[in-house]
């Protein structure tokens, strides 16, 4: 898999939004054997700052397998597919933001 880029634009739901890969506090120098599920580039103790209509949300990385995904328990982000990232929020049920890249 390929890294994911530091940043990236999307419209989801006919508004644009802005995302940013922020990194954490993990130094790997001196691992010998390196951290497990740094998929993509990311590491534990990442996350995505979002920017959306008047929104702005920083989401922690999730240590979920597969694709990096973030959330905060309430917004969640994952790229699986570039063309259709997945953006959802939960109100008592899920709503699932439809977006596409720009």
């Known amino acids: 898999m390929a890294p994911q880029p530091s940043w990236a634009d999307w419209i989801c739901d006919e508004d644009r939004l802005s995302v940013e890969i922020t990194r954490g506090a993990v130094d790997l120098t001196g691992l010998a054997e390196g951290i497990p599920n740094t998929l993509e580039g990311t590491l534990p103790g990442d996350g995505v700052l979002l920017r959306w209509r008047d929104l ?6 999730t240590n979920n397998a597969g694709a990096p995904s973030y959330t905060d328990g309430r917004w969640w982000w ?10 959802w929020e939960r109100r008592g ?10």
């Open 56 to 61: 702005e949300l920083q989401l922690p990385r």
């Open 78 to 87: 994952r790229v699986v597919d570039q063309s259709a990232p997945e953006f």
């Open 93 to 102: 049920t899920v709503i699932r933001h439809q977006c596409e890249l720009i």
